[in-house]
């Protein structure tokens, strides 16, 4: 009985390990993430909308107030270097701009905007000063 319990809980870890997440494109999401693109479908995202369509951006925004910046944008860095992707930055920074400005500007460090593409870090410019008008 004990051999069969520890085969099940070996098992079941093994199989948590590497899940993966399909979101234009099949990838391993960092541990952290992972709760956050589960229920994720490509369906979510309208090219004409962007992340603000409905189910999105509501997704983004309880997984902002759920988690810090200091914890999750360390982790959304190393997703995107481990595999980029221009949709899953949009993502991301739409949860990023949930939190406030200078908390994400104070983790953000010059990896992050080293790596980035520059038409993402362009918009996130943009965004940020069309919010403050």
């Known amino acids: 009985m004990r051999a069969f319990l520890a085969l099940c809980f070996a098992l079941s870890t093994t199989c948590l390990a590497g899940e993966e997440a ?77 939190w406030p400005q200078k908390r994400v500007l104070q983790v953000s460090t010059f990896e992050m905007t080293s790596t980035l593409p520059l038409r993402a870090t362009r918009a996130l410019v943009r965004r940020r000063s069309s919010c403050s008008r």
């Open 22 to 98: 399909h979101f234009y494109g099949t990838w391993e999401p960092r541990p952290a993430l992972r709760a956050f693109w589960r229920p994720v479908r490509d369906s979510w995202w309208q090219p004409a909308q962007g992340t603000q369509t409905p189910q999105l951006a509501r997704h983004c925004k309880e997984f902002a107030k759920r988690n810090t910046p200091e914890a999750i944008i360390p982790e959304m860095i190393a997703d995107l270097k481990a595999s980029p992707s221009e949709v899953r930055w949009f993502v991301y920074l739409s949860v990023m701009l949930h």
